[in-house]
């Protein structure tokens, strides 16, 4: 084979897995394109804690390495991490702030990885929330001025308490 020829090989293989990856990304963007959420942070709610940091994905509960490509949580992205009576907003730039709304928390821990993001152990934090269409979803977040032991701590307070009835 000439060298040109190899050339040639080389470029139509670079172009096929190229063209392979977006396909891979255009079918999960169609699969994911039911926004997880479309609550608004109240105007009157009460802010208890305000974080810069870095959204890091939304993942399918339990599945750290399946990033949701989701309308506005499809990216890594600078954010900052509002904690608010009303739940958690994510304000990231060039986006519209996205809400997950405090009676959807289910739960908050610390994890050392999340798709495309390996840290020092308890590093980011995970959010598990029910969305629109009902399905459960962990959020990655990492503070950049505070540890994430205090950014979960500020967020575990807005986890719905089972309501207590009387015992028989």
């Known amino acids: 084979m000439t060298r040109e ?10 172009v096929i897995l190229l063209g392979l990856m977006a396909w891979a990304w255009w079918r999960r963007s169609r699969r994911d394109a039911t926004p997880l959420t479309v609550a608004v942070l109240p105007a009157d709610a009460e802010i208890r804690a305000c974080f810069d940091g870095m959204y890091v994905a939304t993942t399918r509960e339990g599945e750290p390495l ?7 949580l499809a990216f890594r992205s600078k954010a900052v991490i509002v904690v608010a009576d009303a739940g958690v ?3 990231m730039p060039g986006q519209t702030d996205t809400v997950l709304p405090a009676e959807r928390i289910v ?3 610390q994890a050392t990885l999340a798709i495309d993001r390996v840290v020092e152990r308890g590093g980011l934090v995970r ?3 029910r969305t629109d269409p009902g399905a459960t979803v962990d959020t990655y977040l990492r503070a950049r001025d505070a ?7 500020s967020i575990r307070p807005l986890i719905p308490t089972p309501p207590t009835g009387p015992t028989a």
């Not at 020829?5 to 670079?14: F, Q, V």
């Not at 399946?66 to 506005?72: D, K, V």
Request: net charge neutral; glycine share 6%.
């Open 127 to 129: 959010v598990t929330w």
């Open 5 to 14: 020829g190899a050339l040639i090989l080389m470029i139509a293989i670079a």
């Open 89 to 91: 907003a994510l304000q």
């Open 66 to 72: 399946q990033r949701l490509a989701a309308p506005g």
């Open 147 to 153: 540890s994430a032991a205090i950014l979960a701590d």
């Open 107 to 109: 739960a908050v821990t």
